[in-house]
């Protein structure tokens, strides 16, 4: 069966006139440009990731106005007393 393959593969080429490491290369060229275009759509998920985590921890490190006001609520309250 490879044998057969390969004289199809062979014939082929030459019905095409295309070299095999022609061939080849464009098959690494395809390959490289595949690997490029994956990359390419990672990055900008990996910066809205990266920038979701920064926002989500500079929002941690802000103190929320409701503590300061209730703890000032109680002392009046227990200054009326």
């Known amino acids: 069966m490879k044998q057969c393959i390969s004289w199809t593969y062979d014939r082929l080429l030459s019905n095409a006139s ?3 490491k022609d061939l080849s290369l464009l098959g690494f060229i395809i390959g490289i440009l595949c690997i490029i275009s ?6 900008p998920r990996i910066f809205i990731y990266l920038y979701g985590r920064i926002l989500s921890s500079k929002k941690s490190f ?5 503590i300061s006001s209730s703890t000032t609520t109680t002392t009046n309250l227990m200054s009326e007393f």
Do not use: G, N, R
Not at 38 to 43: G, K, Q, V, Y
Not at 62 to 66: A, F, G, L, R
């Open 18 to 20: 295309i070299e095999k």
């Open 38 to 43: 994956i990359l390419c759509s990672l990055i």
């Open 62 to 66: 802000v103190p929320s106005p409701s």
